[in-house]
């Protein structure tokens, strides 16, 4: 190993002992930063300065895999080349949610074929109606129900641009959660070890207020509460895991091109 690649692997492991889990953040300011100044410079610790160029960068950004997860990465933090990109973003996402949206489509439709066929079973040409029939109604409508409840409004596909234009947004002006402080888990309550963290599920960051996300897509409290947040909700956690994914793949990337 060259003494150059020896100072990027330097540079890279410092962050990571000084930030623990919070090294992701500090990959992704070196994304964001190299792409604008000329050089960036990390303080090792151990009395040198090694620097990371913008070919160093590139190079390891060709490594992460292509997909949503970089076509996010590169818009949060890099958004000149993702100007450039809005097609594939515009993409990713459609390829992320549409097979969500069908497949609540098809279990609700499907959901409703049982219970009208249930429902046209009772006393057929006049025969009397039996308990299996009626437990079979009542079973079908309780599914019906149920897949009401999962299935995102009708015109989510039509307001994917403004969904996600917000969930963008929400990612890119992130604070770290509080309670965690980033780490995403919290002790147990019940004993040792740990769980993830109740208030911000896990992400690490510290959520936007209903009312927020409610303002951000042009919709009011109630309606936001009733029919937006579970499309909201499921695209942000996607997003973030598609998005931190690529990170950790940019940062052994970057040690790897070097």
């Known amino acids: ?40 410079k990390f303080d090792t610790g151990r009395g ?33 080349s993702a100007a450039r990109r809005r097609d594939q973003l515009r993409q990713g996402v459609i390829a992320l949610v549409a097979p969500e949206f069908n497949r609540q489509q098809f279990a609700l439709s499907t959901a409703r074929t049982e219970f009208g066929i249930a429902k046209a079973s009772m006393g057929w040409g006049g025969s009397t109606v039996t308990d299996v029939q009626r437990r079979e109604l009542r079973r079908t409508e309780v599914a019906l129900e149920a897949a009401r409840a999962d299935t995102w409004p009708n015109n989510t596909m039509e307001q994917l641009g403004v969904l996600a234009g917000a969930v963008f947004s929400e990612m890119a002006s992130a604070c770290t959660c509080k309670k965690c402080d980033g780490d995403r888990t919290q002790p147990h309550p019940h004993g040792s070890g740990v769980m993830k963290c109740e208030e911000c599920s896990g992400s690490g960051f510290e959520p936007l207020s209903g009312r927020k996300r409610a303002a951000a897509i042009g919709a009011d409290c109630s309606a936001y509460s009733r029919f937006w947040q579970p499309v909201y909700t499921w695209m942000l956690r996607r997003m973030q895991a598609l998005e931190e994914g690529a990170a950790a793949e940019f940062r052994r990337a970057l040690t790897r091109a070097a």
């Open 1 to 40: 190993m060259g003494e150059r690649t020896l100072e990027v692997v330097k540079a890279v492991n410092s962050i990571n002992e000084r930030t623990r889990g919070k090294a992701m953040g500090n990959v992704r300011e070196l994304l964001s930063s190299r792409m604008g100044p000329t050089t960036v």
């Open 48 to 80: 040198g300065t090694p620097e990371l160029t913008t070919q160093d960068i590139a190079a390891a950004l060709a490594y992460v895999q292509q997909g949503l997860g970089r076509e996010l990465l590169e818009a949060l933090w890099w958004p000149e």
